[in-house]
């Protein structure tokens, strides 16, 4: 409990403040990752628009337009909580965002107390970081990426199994922990694929050092059959959404490797222009300053130094140093090598490892690395805590504050406004509409997500779209009109997009063309 309200003060403290009127990021990813949450609300309660779970109602009327970016299934039952219980979709939304970091919190205080056997106040000191931390906050532009309960879930299940290898409680624990990876899976494919690689890294350094060998091949030994039944469960929960990815990746192709951006040296101790601490330092610095948020994976000196010092304080534990080893390999594998982007070892990576190619964003591997930063601080502030109570609580509170960013929030009954006023425009007769607005000061992705929103408030679907991928020969990326040119250009894509489908009118104008 102490953990989940730290971090929800820590990383929501904006969004309280403001009565849940203000939610962090901007109105790009952030109302589409809710607009995929509302869908799975709108499928389980049989909205008509959103009765097949893979069909969304945009890109109209291409198919499994939903498996080109994360489902959110996993995450979504405190979001239908809300909805049931009244909620609209902004009350339900922020919420949402209040449960996940709580629950992050949770899993994390559980993950550590567990893994490490430290006591409670120093396990719920690392699940703060890791529920909080600023690199956390620094994504939330992209909260699929916010819940990470269901991997701290799974490392805590196995952690627990090998603690108690060849009994029912192994045993549940194995079946435990595949059910919980396919949730992540269903959540979020990132986590659900760096979690994977977490695990594999993790297996190499355990059978590689001698004092944790013997328990890892004693497992095998006496629950291998458990082991590969809840694998085969887990991959048997997990095949229909894999089977949609790779139909979608057939259709749109999977990330060029140009396309792929990795962390610099100095990401790992960027955190951020808006750090409560360090903001000043990082907008002189032009060597942080130029980085995005996407690359802002620091957790501040302090930190650092302390879980540098947990670690060593602790080097003698067998799962300590796979962790801190575990750690470190990430870290190096995803980090550019200077100017040679060719000669980074994520090269290797993205060319030998399964499902590598559809990461395009390597420096989210941050929001992983956190549970070893975590670990490291748990175990610092537990060592102090024995000779050093009020020291050891001094330490955590300096190391959490650390976290604190002053980060971007917007106000959604803005846009809902606006959608409303959308809605209005658009008949009912319509089989589909098309929205190209004159500009308004917002790059086309802004006016594409408003789209999204007006097909559920008018309950007709749209051949707009926002996604991690388009669907092929479509070419409304620019739906802006601002001359007489773009007109026919849009005209000309609308045009070629029914001819495709063979569509039946009338595909509405929104606004009408004069």
């Known amino acids: 409990m102490l953990a989940a309200a730290a971090s929800v003060l820590l990383a929501h403290h904006t969004l309280l403040a403001s009565g849940l009127a203000r939610v962090p ?12 949450i509302e869908h799975t609300w709108g499928w389980l309660n049989g909205h008509p628009l959103h009765g097949r779970f893979w069909d969304l109602p945009f890109y109209f009327p291409a198919p499994n337009t939903g498996a080109y970016s994360d489902v959110l299934l996993g995450v979504a039952p405190p979001y239908w909580v809300m909805r049931a219980l009244g909620a609209g979709p902004d009350a339900a939304y922020a919420g ?11 899993a994390g205080t559980w993950f550590l107390r567990s893994a490490l056997g430290v006591r409670w106040f120093a396990a719920a000191s690392g699940a703060v970081l890791i529920a909080a931390g600023a690199p956390r906050i620094h994504l939330l532009d992209h909260p699929q990426l916010i819940s990470a309960y269901w991997s701290l879930a799974a490392l805590a299940l196995g952690g627990l199994a090998l603690q ?3 009994t029912w409680r192994a045993r549940c624990a194995w079946v435990g922990a595949g059910l919980a990876a396919a949730a992540q899976a269903w959540s979020a494919y990132y986590l659900w694929w760096f979690l994977a690689f977490w695990v594999a890294i993790a297996l190499v350094v355990a059978l590689c050092g001698r004092a944790t060998r013997p328990a890892i091949l004693q497992a095998l030994r006496r629950d291998w059959a458990v082991i590969a039944g809840a694998g085969a469960l887990s991959a048997a929960l997990t095949l229909p959404l894999l089977r949609a990815w790779w139909s979608a990746a057939q259709e749109v192709g999977l990330r060029n490797a140009r396309d792929v951006f990795l962390a610099r040296g100095q990401s790992w101790v960027n955190v951020g222009p808006d750090s409560w601490w360090y903001g000043g330092l990082v907008r002189r610095l032009q060597g942080l ?10 957790v501040g000196l302090l930190t650092l130094g302390a879980a540098g010092l947990g670690f060593w304080w602790a080097r003698r534990r067998g799962g300590v140093m796979v962790l801190a080893t575990t750690t470190l390999a990430l870290v190096l594998l995803a980090t550019q090598i200077g100017p040679w982007r060719a000669a980074s070892p994520w090269n290797v990576v993205y060319a030998v490892i399964p499902g590598a190619a559809a990461i395009r964003a390597v420096p989210r591997v941050g929001l992983v690395v956190l549970f070893g930063w975590a670990g490291g601080l748990a175990l610092a502030i537990d060592a102090v805590s024995r000779a050093r109570p009020l020291a050891s609580a001094t330490l955590a509170v300096l190391c959490l504050l650390e976290q604190g960013v002053a980060y971007r929030h917007f106000l959604p009954a803005l846009d809902r406004a606006r959608v409303a006023q959308i ?3 658009v008949s009912p007769g319509c089989k589909a509409f098309v929205y190209t607005p004159p500009p308004d000061g917002w790059p086309p992705w802004h006016a594409q997500i408003d789209a999204l929103w007006v097909t559920d408030a008018a309950g007709v679907p749209t051949l707009n779209g926002y996604s991690g991928n388009t669907p092929p020969d479509w070419r409304l990326q620019d739906c802006l009109v601002r001359t007489a040119e773009d007109r026919s250009r849009v005209e000309a894509a609308v045009a070629a997009w029914v001819r495709r489908w063979a569509l039946p009118g009338p595909i509405c104008r929104i606004p009408p063309p004069r």
């Open 96 to 106: 949402w965002l209040l449960c996940s970091t709580a629950l992050n919190a949770a």
């Open 289 to 298: 300053s130029y980085q995005t948020n996407e690359q802002q994976v620091g």
């Open 25 to 36: 990021g901007d109105p790009g990813d952030v109302r589409f990752v809710h607009y995929c």
């Open 423 to 425: 809605a209005g425009e």
């Open 164 to 166: 108690a290898p060849g």
